[in-house]
Each structure stands twice: as structure tokens, then as C-alpha cells.
């Protein structure tokens, strides 16, 4: 770090992903943009990301990420026993995730027209959408825009794919 730089200006380590780490690193960019999120409007939900062949194992991988207003408020792997908190569940393969997060970086934190949640989620795959309760798989709808700018957020991380 300069003298005059500071650890915010710092590059950050390349993070694996789907990794805890890499969601949370996402979150701190969201909390640190508050302005952008206010102009979309509050957040109140659970969504649970879900990368279907994303473990080591090459069974799920989930995070859950709980956004309150205007911010990401908690990050944590999401286990079985985690999915009544989840008011709606996004779910796709490796491929899909990677595509879609590569697209978001080449445009500079805007994913060309055909890697959006909304077109990858419209006709219920690549992109999944899954809730028990209609009414909280409707927010994943109503907060759409605001979990698209978390997502493109992503192009200020360096990613390394796991898979």
C-alpha cells in the first residue's frame, strides 16, 4: 500500500469461486455502494444462491445472503436444515454461474443481454428459481434489479473458478 493509498484502495487476492468468501466479498461491495441501492429501492429478503455442481464433491454448493434495506447484512453457507430461511432459492450449474459472471466482467459490470438473472431465470432455466411459498418467491421478482447490481458487482472481484 502507497502512503497515500488506503486498504480499501488495495487490490484484493484473487478468490475462488463459488466460495463463502467470494459471497461475502460481494456483500462488502454492495454495503460499501449504498448510494446505488438506495436509487432501486430497499431489499428485504433471503436469497439463497445455489450453484448445483459447485462443491467439491461436485454436489451443491449454497450460500445464503440476507439483505436488509439497503445492505447485505449476512453471509453464510447455506446447509439443508438452512432452507426454511430462504425466501426464494436461485439454482444453476458451474457452467451458467461462470458464464454469466465472465460476461458481467467483459462488460465492465454489466452482463451483455442473454447473461442477466432475468433472462437466464425467465423460462425457468439455466437459471432456477425455487421457493415453497409463491408470495416469497415473488420477491426474488419485486428485487430483481437490486440482486442483478449485488451480482454485477462481481466484476470488481478477481475470480478464479473452481470447476
Known amino acids: 500500500m502507497s502512503a497515500a493509498g488506503s486498504a480499501a484502495d488495495e487490490p484484493k487476492a484473487a478468490l475462488p469461486f463459488p466460495s463463502l468468501e467470494w459471497f461475502r ?7 460499501r455502494n449504498r448510494a446505488l441501492h438506495e ?4 431489499i428485504d429478503c433471503v436469497a439463497e444462491f445455489t450453484i ?31 432452507a426454511p430461511r430462504a425466501d426464494f432459492v436461485l439454482e444453476a450449474s458451474m457452467g451458467t454461474w461462470r458464464e454469466m459472471l465472465e460476461s458481467i466482467a467483459r462488460g465492465g459490470g454489466r452482463p451483455d443481454l442473454t447473461h442477466t438473472l432475468n433472462y437466464l431465470s425467465h423460462m425457468g432455466e439455466p437459471l432456477a428459481v425455487r421457493s415453497d411459498d409463491p408470495m416469497r418467491r415473488d420477491l426474488y421478482f419485486r428485487y430483481n434489479q437490486s440482486l442483478q ?15
Open 25 to 31: 466479498r460481494l456483500a462488502e461491495l454492495m454495503n
Open 39 to 42: 436509487h432501486l429501492g430497499y
Open 52 to 82: 448445483s455442481d459447485g462443491a467439491a464433491d461436485g454436489g451443491p454448493f449454497s450460500v445464503q445472503v440476507t439483505f436488509e434495506e439497503f445492505q447485505a447484512v449476512e453471509v453464510r453457507e447455506a446447509r439443508p436444515e438452512d
Open 149 to 163: 447490481e449485488f451480482v454485477n458487482a462481481s466484476a470488481q472481484i478477481s475470480t478464479v473458478f473452481l470447476r
